[in-house]
């Protein structure tokens, strides 16, 4: 009562004890109280995150230039003219001599296309040092490291110190390309060779000699060579080619050994500092932890999580640990990610159990025509990637959306009238984007207007009114993938699955240099968002430029159009295994799908209006019941939105551009707004609207 009653609110062993002390004693009343808050679970899971750290376990230091090398990914930075967004980073262990190098995408094959061209200047390495990242433990770049014979080290996860120097180089020339570029971060990539050169030329902490100089055994010439040259104007001598190579050699020889004690002291002065707060912890097999890792609903937010069981060390420092219910049923972690459970003299719990409510099991709609193993099948599925079927939008790092507009001109337009019953509805929209991050208050010269589209519940939904910033934006001609071909492609598959993404915009983030451009004014202020917003020009072909390039390695057996996403197979194992590469492939790019929406493991789907499967497409049948009860239409407007619908089904009427030009007629601007039915109108209307029974 005195500690995790509501009143107690598990306050610290000093208070709980003074509580307790206070009204009644026994003998030893402090050790019990000492430690029934020791063992309390819940403070346990809530502990801060800072444990106590594992002494520094010095690296091997190598003295063979580019025999180990270490990588990571930089980025997404401001997109460049050329398209450039992420840079892939390589660093020699042994002379610290950096490369980086600019990348459209952070893929498996763009890296594995850089590390071709590394070696076939540098040589082959013996080893590559790199973190969990899914380009470098990709199935490509494995392949090419087994066929070059390279060993590939990896970092334990969410512990990037193990490669601690690629992690100090990425600070590094993050903030000298920050220093360096333009207002608008666009040139970056044209000043990297500069920035590059910089870091070579001078001295390295730790070695004491320049990276250019260990690998080349000479100074390099700068820009300041070239000022004392021109001071001194004293000529250097003509060395022939034997005079250079041993005077290189002698160089190299007399280097090196200050090298490798410059390193030595180096490591004991960082340990030095280091390890005084730290001390060795060892685990046991058996033995029941905690495990400090994000949790599923945000990446940044880490909590500890158990109690899982120890397997085995893997080395000094990192440990296999068994962790039932997650995606991975064992994981090696650093023993700075761990702490030790506490129990009560209870069995050790062996499922996990965290503060933070775990996402409840989606519930996705499966094929009826399944048996009890496949749908068993496809619900361990489900239950593996639970964090990407979600009703949550996730934010990808794939793409940004940017708006560019014609210099000079700003969009000003005041808001529209709204009655005061829909004001409630419009607050409280703000206020649910405002917690998903979705906006953010602005201070922008830009505004657009708000309106309220009424949806078939009787709800409304909001909605901006872009049209004035369109017409002052560019356009972006990305192609949009022909339906007619999707769906041929859907004939001869046994098995389909639809996956529909959540808030699909939302989850593309809006450049920085655009978010004011779609600052749009309520009661409460004026806003702007962060995210790509419904109704932008070039959402679209932004989107699909983003799926594209997700499902590019899964275009065989998976296609998108927009946010509706379709995977096909031939047979059933096949479709599981498509399923489970294409949720990897969202996971990856950060996109969430929602699962009241996703269809699963079908014979038969409806996909873009039509029902495919079993060999056979044919229209929906709401749809064509939708065609079938069509008013006849008044304006041209509404004589346009039947020819839309009815020619979104045109392959399955024969005849349909003869039967529809006498309506397409009434839409001239010759005729009246108000249409008037001649007979040939009436009889084509009645001959498309039953043209699909």
């Not at 003509?238 to 050699?249: A, G, K, S, Y």
């Amino acid at each position: 009562m005195a500690h995790t009653h509501l009143l107690g609110a598990h306050l610290g062993m000093d208070k709980t004890r003074e509580r307790v002390v206070a009204r009644f004693y026994w003998p030893g009343v402090r050790k019990d109280v000492a430690r029934y808050c020791q063992e309390c679970p819940d403070c346990q899971r809530v502990a801060p995150r800072a444990v106590e750290r594992s002494p520094l376990i010095p690296m091997p230091i190598i003295e063979t230039p580019f025999e180990r090398i270490a990588l990571d990914i930089v980025g997404p930075l401001p997109r460049t003219s050329r398209g450039l967004r992420y840079l892939l980073v390589i660093l020699d262990y042994a002379t610290r001599y950096p490369e980086a190098l600019p990348l459209r995408a952070a893929t498996s094959k763009a890296v594995a296309r850089e590390l071709v061209l590394l070696f076939s200047r540098v040589g082959l390495p013996k080893e590559i040092l790199n973190d969990q990242g899914s380009c470098f433990m990709s199935r490509v770049v494995k392949e090419l490291l087994k066929l070059l014979q390279v060993s590939q080290l990896r970092t334990s996860v969410y512990h990037p110190q193990t490669d601690g120097l690629v992690e100090r180089f990425n600070q590094t020339i993050k903030r000298m390309l920050k220093k360096s570029i333009e207002a608008d971060g666009k040139n970056w990539d044209q000043l990297l060779p500069h920035v590059l050169f910089a870091i070579r030329e001078v001295p390295q902490a730790s070695t004491g000699f320049s990276p250019f100089e260990l690998l080349y055994g000479r100074r390099p010439r700068g820009i300041l060579d070239l000022a004392k040259e021109a001071w001194e104007s004293h000529p250097s001598r003509h060395r022939t080619t034997i005079e250079h190579v041993e005077l290189v050699r002698d160089r190299m020889a007399k280097v090196w050994p200050i090298v490798r004690d410059h390193l030595a002291r180096a490591q004991q002065a960082q340990a030095r500092v280091y390890n005084r707060g730290a001390r060795v912890r060892n685990f046991r097999p058996g033995d029941q932890i905690l495990v400090l890792v994000p949790t599923s609903e945000c990446k940044f937010l880490a909590k500890w999580q158990g109690p899982y069981e120890v397997i085995e060390a893997v080395g000094p420092v990192n440990y296999k640990v068994r962790q039932p219910g997650r995606r991975k049923p064992t994981q090696v972690y650093h023993v700075n990610l761990l702490k030790q459970w506490r129990g009560e003299g209870d069995p050790p719990l062996r499922a996990p159990m965290v503060l933070m409510a775990r996402p409840a099991i989606p519930d996705v709609p499966m094929g009826t025509d399944l048996s009890p193993a496949q749908r068993q099948e496809l619900g361990e599925l489900v239950l593996q990637n639970r964090d990407v079927l979600l009703d949550v939008p996730g934010r990808t790092s794939v793409i940004s959306h940017e708006i560019r507009t014609t210099p000079g001109v700003t969009v000003r337009i005041p808001p529209y009238r709204v009655p005061e019953s829909r004001r409630n509805a419009i607050r409280a929209e703000v206020e649910r984007m405002l917690k998903l991050g979705v906006i953010e208050e602005s201070r922008s010269a830009w505004a657009s207007p708000i309106v309220l589209v009424p949806k078939p519940d009787g709800t409304h939904r909001f909605c901006n009114d872009f049209r004035r910033l369109n017409e002052v934006s560019d356009f972006d001609s990305y192609p949009m993938p022909r339906v007619d071909e999707l769906i041929e492609r859907l004939g001869p598959a046994r098995y389909l699955s639809t996956l529909d993404l959540t808030k699909g915009y939302w989850q593309v983030p809006l450049a920085p240099s655009s978010r004011e451009k779609t600052a749009f004014a309520t009661r409460g202020g004026l806003f702007q968002y962060t995210v790509l917003p419904f109704g932008v020009h070039g959402a679209p072909a932004t989107f699909q430029r983003m799926m594209d390039q997700v499902l590019r390695p899964h275009c065989s057996d998976a296609a998108a159009y927009i946010d509706d996403i379709i995977i096909h197979s031939a047979s059933w194992d096949e479709h599981v295994k498509h399923v489970r590469a294409v949720l990897n492939g969202l996971r990856a790019a950060g996109l969430t799908a929602n699962p009241a929406k996703c269809r699963l493991g079908r014979e038969e789907t409806a996909y873009l209006g039509y029902r495919v499967g079993r060999g056979n497409v044919r229209p929906q049948e709401d749809k064509v019941a939708a065609i079938r009860e069509w008013p006849q239409p008044r304006t041209k407007k509404q004589v346009r939105s039947f020819l839309g619908l009815v020619g979104y089904y045109q392959r399955f009427i024969p005849g349909y551009a003869t039967l529809a030009c006498p309506l397409n007629d009434l839409t001239r601007k010759a005729f009246p707004d108000r249409v008037q039915w001649p007979e040939a109108a009436t009889r084509a209307f009645e001959d498309l609207r039953g043209g699909l029974m």
